[in-house]
């Protein structure tokens, strides 16, 4: 859970200024959000994405996150694909996303262990992306091997407005954003309450041809409420309510569009798709009993639903020949409800300034996930039926030391405990039920240098060297099984540990350019996957994973931004598979290798604000082997344009500004077309979006 996120003060925020951007001096304090602990730590406030654009899919707000590439696996309605730090993912399996510090990462998903599923996001209603990397952090437990994601919502708005969207594809947005008068709601700026309402739908046939198109159609509504009870205690809520159908194109194979009569926007089965549809909420309590305390308690409550048609394969089963094919239909129907208690305080007058953190955590799965085969979505039989029972509960602890006034320490302990039940209903290829448990115990230690500060080791007034800070982080992480890998192998690790390194370095020079560079390194201990595409269990080796990161912002003028971020890293399974011995150089597939983006941002007093960014993904190993096919690197350019005067708005988004064929997501796997008499291993990939253009209109009020 993120409910204590990072300090809004980072060498990179977008719109810092050089005193804000400056080395902090450190001062232990009890407030909601700490000074990063990690060179790999960043916040990223609204306006660093306030001119992203916004296709059909919220999730492209996480690509403010240094080194991660969201992709899409078919359709609009699917969670994403999240590639990061040497890990495919897939849709979130090994970084732990949050909304509000809700986890979004559903367990024991039908189709995925992580699965997350950002399209109940509005994206006008972000106001700020926290982020983390690697397991450093003592709040944040399952998941979090790679890092961490948090999308904070806005509590009010300044004004409301109406927004209109459309253009290529039959592309259609309509958004309402109200808060009400804050002078007659509740007395101004000062006010006692705030309140938002958002309101959106959004539709598009998508590139694909009129008889593939993919009608999505998707329908947000939020709501926040917040009221101070006195001068120390504050309650919040906010409610979501989600809706979407979509047609998805699903991966195609590279030989299909190589040949005759089918091209990268066909479909060999355009019956694939689904529909989703959830309900949450989430209250909040905040008291501080005084100046140096701080408690936090909270409660929330989500119901979920989810039809998923897939078919990757085509027509194996019938061996190349016309008949019922290979799609399967996985169905998530669950309940998802969990709080948190935090308490912090800090302490004056102690011969070592500290503060201390402690909470409790829970959050309770009651699932009902299947998997069928269907034709052209009609359910021709049954392969899986489970009620599944998933609880969890965490204590965490952090104590944070200031021995010498350059230097940090930041030590925390986090255990977990998880309960497992599994009812077998009909039909599973492995109907294995029972009741299980495990726990993890996960010590976190976060070093943070400043030697070269006026009160460091050796001060300095250089600035670049004043501004330095060396992090160094070590911590032990997991990400938990499916409930139904668990009970199948009850011998086999239930919640797969993963030890995080990282040596990193922030600083300033010129009062203008910050720069953030890390080296990392993560080892991953064996782990069994559930399939949820075959209703089977899959062993996976112990891997390991290395990179470099580095992240930079420059302030070409007051109203002129550059960015850019690029990471590199390697990985490799380095132990046996099914009892045989380790094979050198077996390579990850999918594994995120090198990624790169940059962009220039523009904010000008006038009213005039635009945004042309740049993103690219190299190669990557399709399978264990690297002799296979390697998965292609693609480089994309968009733009964003919107002028404003009084209270009306006008805006151009351009995405693909080359008309690059790219790929939104690729795999190496077999399948079978029709006449093909047999399996063929080939590329298979969801084709990113041709040049298409948007324009917007807004009215304030």
């Known amino acids: 859970m993120r409910h204590l996120p990072l300090l809004l003060v980072l060498a990179l925020a977008p719109a810092a200024s050089s005193e804000e951007a400056a080395a902090p ?175 959106e739908a959004y539709g598009t046939d998508g590139p694909f041809h009129e008889d593939d198109e993919e009608d999505l159609w998707r329908y947000n509504l939020f709501g926040s409420f917040g009221v101070d009870l006195g001068e120390r205690t504050q ?238 982080n070590f911590g032990k992480g997991y990400h938990s099984n499916d409930a139904r890998d668990v009970i199948a192998e009850p011998t086999e690790p239930t919640l797969p540990s993963a030890y995080g390194f990282e040596v990193g370095a922030r600083t300033r020079f010129f009062e203008r350019l910050d720069v953030a560079a890390a080296y990392w390194w993560l080892d991953l201990e064996r782990e069994f996957v559930f399939v949820g595409d075959e209703g089977t269990t899959e062993q996976r080796p112990r891997s390991r994973r290395r990179g470099v990161e580095v992240a930079a912002e420059l302030e070409l003028l007051d109203w002129l931004f550059w960015q850019g971020t690029l990471g590199y890293s390697s990985g490799e399974f380095v132990g046996a598979r099914d009892g045989a011995d380790a094979l050198p150089g077996r390579e990850i597939a999918q594994a995120v290798r090198f990624i790169a983006d940059t962009g220039l941002v523009a904010r000008h007093p006038s009213g005039l604000s635009a945004e042309l960014t740049y993103r690219t993904l190299g190669e990557r190993y399709g399978g264990e082997d690297p002799s296979t096919k390697r998965l292609r690197s693609w480089a994309v350019w968009d733009a964003a344009l919107r002028y404003r005067r009084g209270p009306l708005e006008v805006g151009l988004i351009v995405e693909n500004l080359g008309n690059t064929h790219w790929e939104s997501a690729e795999f190496f796997f077999e399948s079978q077309l029709l006449g093909e008499p047999d399996p063929v291993a080939d590329l298979h990939f969801v084709p990113g979006n041709p040049r298409n253009a948007r324009v917007l209109l807004a009215y304030h009020f």
């Not at 948090?150 to 109406?162: F, G, H, I, K, P």
């Not at 047609?247 to 009569?261: H, L």
């Not at 008291?287 to 085509?314: C, I, K, M």
């Open 235 to 472: 309650l919040a809520a906010t409610l979501n309510l989600y809706e979407s159908d979509w047609n998805a194109s699903n991966e195609i194979p590279q030989r299909a569009v190589d040949g005759p009569g089918f091209d990268r926007w066909d479909a060999v089965d355009p019956s694939d798709g689904g529909d989703s549809s959830t309900a949450r909420t989430l209250v909040k309590l905040l008291h501080q009993p005084s100046e140096r305390e701080r408690v936090e308690a909270a409660g929330w409550f989500d119901w979920y639903a989810l039809d998923l048609y897939s078919n990757f394969t085509f027509f194996t089963s019938s061996d190349g020949m016309p008949g019922p094919g290979d799609q399967i239909l996985q169905q998530d129907d669950r309940i998802r409800y969990g709080g948190w208690l935090t308490y912090a305080r800090s302490f004056e007058g102690t011969p070592v300034p500290m503060a201390f953190r402690a909470g409790l955590q829970t959050q309770n799965d009651d699932a009902h996930v299947r998997l069928r085969t269907s034709t052209e979505r009609d359910i021709t039989g049954t392969t899986a039926d489970d009620e599944v029972v998933e609880r969890s509960l965490a204590l965490f602890g952090e104590l944070e030391l200031i021995p010498l006034p350059w230097v940090r320490t930041v030590i925390g302990l986090r255990a977990e405990e998880f309960w497992y039940d599994v009812d077998h209903i009909a039909g599973a290829s492995s109907p294995a039920e029972g009741e299980e448990s495990d726990g993890q115990l996960l010590p976190k230690l976060n070093v943070i240098l400043r030697p070269f500060a006026e009160d460091g080791l050796a001060p300095c007034e250089l600035a670049p060297l004043r501004d330095f800070e060396l992090f160094l």
């Open 25 to 199: 001096t450190y001062t232990v304090d009890v407030r909601e959000r700490r000074p990063v602990s990690a060179a790999s730590a960043f916040v990223r406030d609204s306006r660093s994405f306030e001119l992203r654009s916004v296709s059909d899919d919220p999730g492209d707000l996480l690509e403010v996150t240094p080194g991660l590439e969201v992709g899409q696996h078919a359709g609009g309605g699917k969670a994403n694909q999240y590639l990061i730090r040497g890990f495919d993912a897939d849709h979130g399996t090994d970084i732990a996303l949050f909304v509000d510090d809700v986890a979004i990462n559903v367990r024991s998903h039908a189709h995925g262990q992580g699965y997350s599923d950002f399209h109940f996001v509005i994206p006008e209603t972000v106001e700020r992306v926290e982020i983390t990397k690697g397991p450093y952090e003592a709040d944040v437990g399952d998941f979090a091997t790679a890092g961490s994601v948090n999308l904070v919502t806005r509590s009010r708005l300044d004004e409301s407005y109406v927004k209109f969207e459309g253009g290529s594809f039959d592309t259609q947005r309509y958004l309402l954003m109200f808060s009400p008068d804050q002078g007659s709601f509740a007395g101004g700026d000062e006010a006692p309450a705030r309140a938002l309402l958002a309101l």
